[in-house]
């Protein structure tokens, strides 16, 4: 089933079920007035939501136009937030520019930070930038939403407690990062509000793509209007959902309604290296950093500016039949 | 005015009034069923909380017993937990042990780092530890709970938005932390689950305590029944709980309902050195990790091993009048 957050003037908004084509919604509020009101009680509620879906499709229930404009993202705001680093191309590209080995240990042990969770962006929201020096880049990115997940949990049973999956952009300020990593804490305010896709869907929704807790289609992002990255998201996947999931529950219980990220989508070039931009015939990349790091690579120095104030991403995800999946994410960036 | 969240076997437990001395309490769930429902809405709420408290402190609503022991902390979930450190000895004493200079910038930047917020323990639960070597440590701090902050706050404005301040006992695991700061990410699996003093308490409770949004009074930190710090969480604080508000919100919005923790309070000894163990007559440490930099200084190697299973840490504060403000946290160490 597909489910969304449509803003209704609370903190919260308001659960409902969406159609599989993206086009009506009905809503849920005799089910669960919110979606973590819904994670809160995932076993009960899950089987009614189910129900309502089935309606949905067959029209048995009245349903309103869904428009992803009106949509927050499907959590709001979560008790949880915590990105990794499943694709290890994109950590070896940023380090290749700057001359650094990428550790032996990343291949077997994911990194990951705790990002804030009070208050995403909405999909279609604006991004405020501070100051363009802030060097504000989009990543593309899967994530998914847990139920209660025990401290210990295996892999293998990590990947049952994936009950909902979805579309990021991790919105990121280079400027900031370097001096924040060195002090030695990690990201802080070079994380600055993430924005996640109108619709988070069950992992049964994507059919033959989920396999092994990894989506296995092309995540498209565009840039000012222009194909900017279609690497694919089951392609360099050094770790699955689960691995990410069992790897953030190794010290602690995660509540319901945490939110597990993938970290930037990236794929290798057909002969395992760096790739192209998709204006020269390959797959690009999914945030800015990337290309910048590829131009260094081979011209000596980045060319593409970070985002600056009027700057569009787009990003979406669509099934085999050209069908958006999750809706898509669309945001400009504004002068704070 | 005080407040606390009663365990009533629900996520959010029940928002209750508790009278200054700690022993009776009113429900609020008439006013707001939960704190962060209050703090959603503080404006229009905390008057109504603060005539019940008055009505409280005066008996004129019917009270019931209050025991610590059923308390949550006061946000048993939180959607931000981000913490600090104020208190530059303990970074000072962290890096002398290891021979690494403080960056000058430490001084006038804040270190803070994100921390997990979805499933904070009881300040009476015990603390389930996975290994012994992961060289488990409590950290006695200092925390606030702010109201909506907008991005770009300054110091002096932030201080306006801290609501309610408490007691937090920042659980850490030591033996994984090198190896966690390391990878560049900061910390995550080195920091389960904290827990929170049983109740928390408006500003204006600290009287002249509360002084440049800094409370003026010892950390008494117990472990396993004897005294173990003392620190004055109003000596050597390089930073105000305002000073870490502004510094988390520079990128960003802060969320109504956000926890800002203080670090580790720690104070220097008389001539600006590293300071005693209470033992020895000095005020002693708010955490294990200190009193081994004291030891590897003093004695070439650390003596005090980090908690186990058994191992008991009491964290309180009281008041001129040796009255307890905010409860006691008490945990043991258990095996998980």
Sequence with gaps: ??????????????????????????????????????????TDVSPLLEALAIDVEHEAVPCDRFHEREAHSPLPRAYQWADGSAYINHVELVRKARDAEVPESFYHDPLMYQGGSDSFLAPRQDIPLGDVAWGCDMEGEIACITDDVPMGVSKEDAADHI???????????????????????????????????????TPDELGDAWKGSVIHLPLMVDYNGEPFGRANAGVDATFSLADLVAHAAKTRNLGAGTIIGSGTVSNQGPGGDPGKPVSEGGLGY??????????????????????????????????????????AIEQHVVEA
Excluded at 20 to 41: E, F, G, H, V, W
Excluded at 166 to 190: C, H, T, W, Y
Excluded at 290 to 318: H, L, N, Q, S, W
């Design 163 to 201: 009950k909902l999956v979805m579309l990021v952009n991790d919105v990121s300020l280079r400027g900031l990062i370097p001096g924040e990593l060195a002090k030695g804490f990690g990201f802080f305010q070079s994380k600055p509000a993430s924005a996640f896709s109108p619709v988070c869907v």
């Design 286 to 327: 999914s945030c800015i950093a990337e290309i910048r790091m590829i131009e260094t690579i081979y011209d000596g120095a980045p060319k593409t500016p970070f985002m600056k104030p009027g700057d569009t991403v787009r990003i979406e995800m669509r099934d085999e039949h050209n069908h958006s999946i999750f809706g």
């Design 1 to 42: 089933m597909k489910l969304a957050t449509l803003n209704d003037g609370t903190r919260d908004g308001k659960l409902v079920v969406v159609s599989k084509d993206l086009t009506r919604y009905c809503a849920a509020s005799n089910i669960a007035p919110t979606l973590q009101a819904a994670l809160d009680n995932w």
